[in-house]
């Protein structure tokens, strides 16, 4: 059973493009939890997904800033119209769910930077 | 929503002391508790995590404590060795799998 596999490791966008960072979770895990990370700092929440749904978002700019989590196929987190600020790791976690079945894992995360 | 806090911020001991990191949370519906280690350029690494049913849990080295009444949970590293020196993030999650994280205490473990 292969881990939380995030992709890409490392992504370079210039200023203004678009950056998709993209998170399949482990096997059987309907839950998807996105967290970015500056350096030396801590893990910041951004959204939190279940299968087709948002549940939570209040992490997440309201501008720029979109997650998706289809039926099929991975988790993205898509920014728009890149800037400096947004260089950062963001991480993808992905939990099976379900009341005391909640233990969650991370990717190894994807290192944006924004030249 | 839920709010975690984490001190101290960093930590310093020596190979073969006990370090301790103190976690406080603020949604009393909060009923599950991990923590996580991060090494340099990687992501957070499950530890070891409690549950609100269970007061304390150990796992060979390390141990976690969680006192409900005041709603505050703990990480114990007896006998620290210069490996554990990480970054450490505790988190609090509750019935609606909302998960939110502690700022981090960056362990390091002098030989």
């Known amino acids: 059973n292969a881990g939380v596999m995030q992709n890409p490791r490392h992504l370079v966008r210039r200023r203004g493009q678009e950056a998709r960072l993209r998170c399949s979770p482990m096997k059987g895990h309907s839950h998807v939890y996105w967290y970015r990370q500056l350096p030396e700092e801590g893990l910041k929440f951004m959204v939190y997904l279940q299968k087709e749904n948002i549940i939570d978002e209040s992490g997440m700019p309201k501008e720029r800033f979109s997650a998706e989590f289809p039926k099929e196929g991975p988790s993205i987190l898509r920014i728009q119209q890149v800037v400096r600020g947004d260089s950062a790791a963001y991480f993808c976690?992905?939990?099976?769910?379900?009341?005391?079945?909640?233990?969650?894992?991370f990717g190894q995360g994807t290192r944006l930077t924004v030249v | 929503g839920e709010n975690v806090e984490q001190h101290p911020s960093t930590l310093s001991v020596q190979e073969g002391d006990s370090a301790v990191i103190k976690c406080t949370y603020s949604d009393s519906a909060s009923n599950y508790f991990p923590w996580y280690k991060q090494e340099l350029g990687k992501g957070p690494q499950l530890i070891i995590d409690?549950?609100?049913?269970?007061g304390e849990k150990k796992d060979q080295r390390i141990a976690v404590t969680l006192n409900k009444t005041a709603k505050h949970f703990s990480l114990h590293i007896t006998e620290t060795q210069p490996e554990d020196s990480a970054v450490y993030f505790c988190?609090?999650?509750?019935?609606?799998?909302?998960?939110?994280f502690g700022a981090g205490t960056r362990l390091t473990v002098k030989p």
């Open positions: 409690i549950r609100s049913n269970v």
């Open positions: 988190a609090a999650m509750g019935d609606n799998n909302d998960m939110r």
């Open positions: 976690a992905s939990s099976p769910g379900g009341y005391m079945n909640t233990e969650a894992f």
